[in-house]
């Protein structure tokens, strides 16, 4: 019987107990003593020629460890996986492992490693001890390319640029790469984050209030100053005529607590001020347009027995 090499119980340890069906043939140990340790249960064969010393559900470092060995040494993780590597918190959750490997590469999907081949792999790729995983805005357009529903592309788009996993033109330059094959959400959504969207309830609000008949055009994310000249938060929206804020309060989008306050702190002096505003708008949205629209004709019918308060709105995003 052969014994684990130093050598090989270090590349074990490395590699969090996921070994390939090479390491162990280069070690001395045979196909017939991986397929009764196999079948006395004592390691499981996770993917072809991949095993798992150990029993019991794999940890999510140990899946992705897996699908890069079987991948090869040429992939790069990618989509979902890598943006919850990065660390995203609004990304939706996949038990598959996306990677992207040279087109040249003959090596198809297999159990939870999704494969994808590409003409060209991301040259600014990060690099880790057991495998490549694709920068931030690669990543962000992999993985809506394969989504299906706008609301989680949004997130991630606007998450992405929010807590500063990437840049705008980093990622236009991946989209545009990435042309015309399954882009179409990405797109849109890059567009409302250009336009200054912070957020997927944020997008949405903005979508629904822009056929409305009933308000006046809209400032969003607006520079906002008091008749003294001294700087004011800055609502969501802002219908100047009325001066009525609109505030996307929906606390799941709001990155921290901290965020959370600063977003009540921000609602309160507006109301100090006198702006009425329009809150809790992420399942209400065409609450929100008749709430807007009447309070915005009550207050412009008033004439001269009403006046807004001393604020004065730019409609440059800050």
């Not at 090499?5 to 162990?24: D, F, G, K, S, V």
């Not at 545009?176 to 849109?188: D, E, G, N």
């Amino acid at each position: 019987m052969v014994d684990f090499t130093t050598e090989l119980a270090e590349t074990a340890h490395r590699q969090q107990q996921i070994l390939t069906r090479a390491q162990l043939l280069a070690a001395g140990f045979d196909d017939m003593y991986l397929y009764r340790q196999t079948r006395r249960g004592l390691w499981q064969r996770v993917l072809p020629a991949t095993y798992a010393l150990v029993t019991g559900t794999l940890t999510e470092e140990q899946r992705r460890i897996s699908a890069a060995l079987y991948a090869g040494p040429e992939a790069q993780l990618t989509g979902l996986a890598a943006l919850r590597w990065y660390g995203f918190r609004y990304s939706p959750r996949t038990d598959d492992v996306h990677l992207v490997v040279p087109h040249r590469t003959r090596r198809r999907s297999s159990g939870h490693a999704v494969i994808a081949r590409a003409l060209a792999v991301d040259g600014k790729a990060r690099h880790t001890a057991l495998y490549p995983v694709c920068s931030p805005a690669r990543a962000v357009v992999d993985a809506a390319r394969d989504l299906r529903q706008l609301r989680p592309v949004r997130a991630v788009v606007a998450e992405a640029v929010q807590r500063g996993f990437t840049d705008l033109a980093a990622l236009d330059e991946e989209i545009r790469r990435a042309r015309r094959s399954r882009t179409a959400l990405v797109r849109k959504a890059f567009s409302e984050v250009v336009a200054g969207a912070r957020s997927a309830p944020e997008a949405e609000l903005r979508e629904c209030l822009a056929g409305s008949q009933l308000l006046p055009d809209l400032l969003w994310n607006p520079g906002l100053s008091a008749g003294d000249g001294r700087r004011l938060p800055t609502p969501d929206g802002y219908l100047a005529d009325a001066a009525v804020a609109l505030e996307v309060d929906s606390q799941e989008f709001h990155f921290t607590p901290d965020d959370w306050a600063r977003t009540l702190d921000r609602h309160n002096e507006l109301s100090r001020l006198g702006c009425s505003s329009c809150t809790s708008l992420r399942r209400r949205s065409g609450g929100a347009r008749r709430w807007c629209g009447g309070r915005s004709r009550r207050r412009t019918s008033r004439g001269g027995a009403w006046r807004p308060p001393s604020t004065y709105a730019s409609p440059e995003q800050v």
